[in-house]
């Protein structure tokens, strides 16, 4: 047994070796008893207790803080008081930090006996404190700034970790999910896959979706449904697992990458859909040209008689108008999107562009003995805004294809009109009963470079644009074209255009357009009177002269020929010509220079330019240069004759010599005329022009002034106002030939003169 001796050593051992600095101080301040660990802290190893008769031996420590009055001070003042206890910290010279605690040591009765110190080095411990707050500090940086959304759930599944992306990836406040359930951030039907995961995690069954990329859908706060990529790292701290997913929102990647993905499909569809174009084209291109040059490879042949040269030269005409369409169809496509299709905004009768497209479909339904006929429903606009070319080309393709597809029976034409918000539609439906068409055709229908079927084309021809054409045509008119086709049992193109409510306000019977259709064949055209004055030609094409020649001869003109723009210049400017037809590709000097040439030398007569190139912005090019019109080789007979007849007016034009005083300056307008009213309406419209005209030259504006006479020059002479047309065409040729507006003043002012006469204000 021990006994009380064995007690007090065993306790004094226990003391000396204790981890904690140990120091008993009597009540008057002397020393008397301190352990290893306190001689240690205070650098006192192997020292001796101060003399018991030292009051105060604190000096030899204290002077070791780094604030030594300042802990001297505390000393004295617990040493002095037997009540107080203390738990503090005190900083070294040599920046430990040692912590201590001090309380009065009293025995059983209560009596003071001294005071009891307690000391610990807690310099390693508040590094590693302060280590770990850094790196937790950075931690946290990082965790906040990161791009990616990071989540962390414990091993009951529950949220322990949300970062700020991911507060902007769910939608969702970091205070608001914080020791809820992950599932809130799952759809339904991932609630149960997740548990059996974690489950299995925790179990140690596997590693599957550690480390590895997923993707998994994941729920805002909205309900919405988004795509998530995602990893997962697992973190152990003994049995208290932490699973962290770093998420980041992959939709619009995805969508993105399915756009680029459908973009590369639709770009290799459209590379096959035009090298396929491509071989068919040739084929149409060559089957046409090689009839032409084998039907002129026939006519050299003398044993033929008058009536087999005609049939000759009639297949020769019918396969080169095939030709001109297609490669017309391909630069009207061109056009069309290269936004360069201008199109035209003039009053148009709905009934005359209808009656020109069946009489011109009369000739091919005659052929194949089809029966061409109308069925107009209700009423219809008198008048629309419109441009009626384009309008009669839609109308042209839609009914030649459907009687190039129909064997037999009768190809439809309905007409009617159907209301809309702030006006209405006119409706145009052609029906036919032909071969019909699949889903799978009409689904690549309009689109360009695209057939419905190679072995449709083969059979019955055609470039496969006509529709694309159209279509877009239809767009650019406010409008639309839509199909309805079942195999076997024909096809219904449906085209449709916006009218104003002004213009359904005018209506006239549909049924008048049934009575007035004869739909006959196209017989010649009227014998048109001959033409007088003199040609310039400038063609470099012996061959291209030749026919031109031919042309312009038969009409009644004289032509001088030449054959660069050099010549063209030196002749225009010795000679008087009335007309000039400039081919703009020549050697020497092409038509581009030697136009702009005479207009900066003053030449004021007409240029009409010729050139084979007929893409989008070759017109303005020519227009640019000087020209006053343009034409497309092959040069159409009848359209180089019109175009010839309007220019020749020019030839003794002088807006300031004109007798304006004798000649009414428009025709009287017929009572019933049915455009009275829109005219009325142009002619009050005249004085604003000529002021405005007339502000724009005061003011030097020579672009405003370009513009404005262009303007008029169309709108006089669609309105029947033909000396307007004609004196605004010249102001406008002067200006564009270089004529500055100073030297064009007494023109100016004498088209303003006529302006007002022929709005009928007295001057």
Known sequence: MFGRSDEMNLLKAAVETARDGFLIVSPDGRWLSCNEAFRKIWSAHGESLPARTESLPWDRYTSLASNPDGFRDRVRLLTSDPKAA???EVRLLDNRVIEYDTSPLRNAKGEFLGRVWYFRDATDRRRLAAAARANEARLRTAIDSALKGIVSVDRFGTITEFNPAAEKLFDRRREDVIGRPAQILLPDGHHKVFGVWLKRQLKGKGAEGLGSRLERPVLRANGAEVLAELRIARTDDGDNPTFTAFIQDITARREAEAELRKAKQAAEDASLAKSQFLANMSHEVRTPMAAVLGYAEMLTDPRLGPEDRLQKVNAIRRNG???LQIINDILDLSKIELGRMDLERIPV?????????????????????????????????YTVLSDPTRLRQILDNLLSNAIKFTATGTVELRLWTEPREGGGWVMFQVRDQGIGMTPDQLAKLFRPFTQADASTTRRFGGTGLGLAISRRLAAALGGDITVEST?????????????????????????ELARESTFDLPHAKA?????????????????????????????GLQVVV????RQAVDRAEAESFDVVLMDMQMPEMDGYEATALLRRRGYARPIIALTAHAMAGDEERCLKAGCSGYLTKPVDPDLLRDTIARNLTRKTWSIRTQDTVRKPAMTPLPAENPFGELIREYQNSLPKQAADIKAAADRGDLAAVTSSVHKLRGAAGMYGMPDLSTAAGYVEDSLRSGTDLTACGPDLSALHDLIIRTAGVPS
Do not use: C, W
């Not at 011109?360 to 219809?380: F, H, N, S, W």
């Not at 048109?528 to 012996?542: C, F, H, I, T």
């Not at 030449?562 to 723009?565: I, M, T």
């Open 86 to 88: 203390l738990t503090d």
């Open 321 to 323: 108008r095939h030709l």
């Open 349 to 381: 009768r709905i009934r005359s562009v209808v009656l020109q497209a069946m009489s011109a479909a009369g000739v091919a339904a005659e052929e194949k003995r089809l029966t061409l006929q109308m069925a107009p429903d209700g009423k219809i606009p």
């Open 487 to 511: 195999p076997g049992s024909g096809s219904r193109f449906t085209l449709k255009f916006p009218v104003t409510a002004e213009e359904m306000a005018d209506l006239v019977d549909a049924d």
């Open 527 to 555: 014998n048109r009177s001959k033409l007088s004055g003199r040609v310039l030609l400038a063609e470099d094409s012996p061959d291209k002269q030749q026919i031109l020649r031919y042309f312009l001869e038969r009409v």
């Open 562 to 565: 030449v054959e660069n723009g």
